[in-house]
Structures are given as structure tokens and as C-alpha cells.
């Protein structure tokens, strides 16, 4: 008796062997888990990734404010071409001057009539007053295109019948407007003193008066002698003088 009970004792701590096998995986399932948990403590712990840095994204970017950084031409392309000039004398030709820069460009001799009569008109701001030939010149036929600031250009007749630019010729002018002087500022009454601070002249008396000449190719006539003699006319390439 005393044995069948130690055996019943032992059958009912043991419990049947499923529950022992199941008892088992419980506990070795735990113990995994707990082996992972460990390992992905241990990872993330030991390794910091580095901050990177993402970039913006086009639309939150700023942009760039280019307005103030590139000049913003608000000319029409009409006020480009009108700029303001004005003429100045030089010996065998005549110079447009831009006002705002000072840079010239020359209207060479052999400009037809048909562009430079427009040109000068559109420079003056005023018609040309009159055109029309003079045949009594010693170098032959020319036509003369005035202006009222005292302006004349002569045009020679070639072969093909066009009228070239051959001179010019300046005198006191109709009107109180701008009268053309050269570069130096020498023009139509000033005197022999300022003429000879800017050019080196030689004068002569003649049956016009008191000429003078410089060796450029610019001539002209003073309306008495000494230094505050005042140019009265000046001229320079073909003109249609009488002496």
C-alpha cells in the first residue's frame, strides 16, 4: 500500500507529459524574446546615425530677387531712337553730337540730299526753310538746303544725277535758335581771341574783309581786326563764295 501511494504521489507532481512539453516552449519562447529584445537594445544603443541633412524642396526654397540685380531698360524703343543731338561744324563734313554722352558720329561728304535734308531735319526739329540751286558758283551748279539757325549745306550734281554733300557754310542765323558752332565752341560770333585759343589761323584782308583760315580746312570772316573782332561767316569745302 504504502508504495502505490508514493507512485500515485509522483504521477500527480509530475502531471502528464504534454503539460511538462508545453511548460517548455513557453519558456523558450520567452527567453527568445527577451534574447531579441536584448539585441535590438544593443543595436540601436550602440549605433548613432549621423544627422543628414534633406534639402528643401524647390517650392519651399526662396527665390532669388534678380529685379535688383539686373538694370531694367524702360525706354520705348521709339525714345531709344530719338535720342537728342546736335550738330557740330568740322572741316569737310558735319558731326552728330549725342547730348547725354558727348560721342559723335560723323556725316561724311557724298551723303545724298534725299538722307541728310531728313536727318537735319529731324536733329533741328524743324524743316529745312528753303532748297534750291544756285547756278552762279565758280564751281558750278549748287543746290543749298537752309535752315533758320544759320545753317547752309551745299550738295554738288554727279554723273548719275544725285546731289552729294559737297560743304557747308554757316551765317547769322532767322531765328534765336541753337546756332552750330564746332566742338571747340567756335561759331558764329565769337571772337578772333577765343578762334585763336582753339585753332592756330592765318588771316588775310581780302574784298569779303577780314578772312581768316586754319590749316585744317575751316574759313571764315571776322567782322574787323584785333582780338574782339567777331566771326560773322564760316564755311569749309565746296561753297559758292564771291570775292
Same mark, same amino acid.
Given at each position: 500500500?504504502?508504495?502505490?501511494?508514493?507512485?500515485? =504521489?509522483?504521477?500527480?507532481?509530475?502531471?502528464?507529459?504534454?503539460?511538462?512539453?508545453?511548460?517548455? @516552449?513557453? =519558456?523558450?519562447?520567452?527567453?527568445?524574446?527577451?534574447?531579441?529584445?536584448?539585441?535590438?537594445?544593443?543595436?540601436?544603443?550602440?549605433?548613432?546615425?549621423?544627422?543628414?541633412?534633406?534639402?528643401?524642396?524647390?517650392?519651399?526654397?526662396?527665390?532669388?530677387?534678380?529685379?535688383?540685380?539686373?538694370?531694367?531698360?524702360?525706354?520705348?524703343?521709339?525714345?531709344?531712337? /530719338?535720342?537728342?543731338?546736335?550738330?557740330?561744324?568740322?572741316?569737310?563734313?558735319?558731326? %552728330?553730337?549725342?547730348?547725354?554722352?558727348?560721342?559723335?558720329?560723323?556725316?561724311?561728304?557724298?551723303?545724298?540730299?534725299?538722307?541728310?535734308?531728313?536727318?537735319?531735319?529731324?536733329?533741328?526739329?524743324?524743316?529745312?526753310?528753303?532748297?534750291?540751286?544756285?547756278? /552762279?558758283?565758280?564751281?558750278?551748279?549748287?543746290?543749298?538746303?537752309?535752315?533758320?539757325? +544759320?545753317?547752309?549745306?551745299?550738295f554738288q550734281q554727279k554723273k548719275g544725277g544725285? !546731289?552729294?554733300?559737297?560743304?557747308?557754310?554757316?551765317?547769322?542765323?532767322?531765328?534765336?535758335? @541753337?546756332?552750330?558752332?564746332?566742338?571747340? +565752341?567756335?561759331?558764329?560770333?565769337?571772337?578772333?581771341? /577765343?578762334? /585763336?585759343?582753339? &585753332?592756330?589761323?592765318?588771316?588775310?584782308?581780302?574784298? %569779303?574783309?577780314?578772312?581768316?583760315?586754319?590749316?585744317?580746312?575751316? &574759313?571764315?570772316?571776322?567782322?574787323?581786326?584785333?582780338?574782339?573782332?567777331?566771326?560773322?561767316?564760316? !564755311?569749309?569745302?565746296?561753297?559758292?563764295?564771291?570775292?
Amino acid at each position: 500500500m504504502r508504495n502505490q501511494n508514493k507512485t500515485i =504521489r509522483r504521477e500527480k507532481a509530475s502531471g502528464p507529459p504534454e503539460q511538462s512539453i508545453t511548460l517548455i @516552449h513557453i =519558456r523558450l519562447t520567452k527567453a527568445l524574446a527577451g534574447l531579441v529584445l536584448l539585441m535590438l537594445c544593443m543595436v540601436s544603443c550602440q549605433s548613432s546615425p549621423e544627422a543628414v541633412q534633406v534639402p528643401a524642396s524647390p517650392a519651399s526654397m526662396p527665390k532669388p530677387d534678380v529685379s535688383s540685380a539686373l538694370p531694367v531698360d524702360t525706354a520705348s524703343p521709339a525714345r531709344v531712337a /530719338e535720342k537728342k543731338q546736335s550738330v557740330a561744324l568740322t572741316s569737310n563734313a558735319l558731326q %552728330l553730337v549725342d547730348q547725354q554722352t558727348g560721342s559723335t558720329k560723323e556725316i561724311p561728304l557724298g551723303m545724298p540730299l534725299e538722307q541728310m535734308v531728313p536727318l537735319l531735319n529731324k536733329v533741328f526739329s524743324r524743316k529745312v526753310s528753303n532748297v534750291g540751286v544756285n547756278s /552762279e558758283c565758280g564751281v558750278g551748279p549748287l543746290k543749298m538746303a537752309s535752315w533758320s539757325n +544759320g545753317l547752309t549745306v551745299a550738295f554738288q550734281q554727279k554723273k548719275g544725277g544725285d !546731289w552729294l554733300f559737297a560743304g557747308w557754310s554757316v551765317g547769322a542765323p532767322a531765328s534765336n535758335s @541753337h546756332k552750330p558752332t564746332t566742338m571747340a +565752341g567756335i561759331g558764329i560770333g565769337s571772337t578772333r581771341a /577765343e578762334l /585763336e585759343s582753339a &585753332y592756330v589761323i592765318k588771316g588775310i584782308k581780302t574784298s %569779303l574783309g577780314q578772312e581768316f583760315s586754319t590749316s585744317a580746312g575751316l &574759313y571764315g570772316i571776322l567782322d574787323r581786326t584785333g582780338p574782339k573782332a567777331r566771326i560773322t561767316s564760316m !564755311w569749309s569745302g565746296v561753297s559758292c563764295v564771291f570775292r
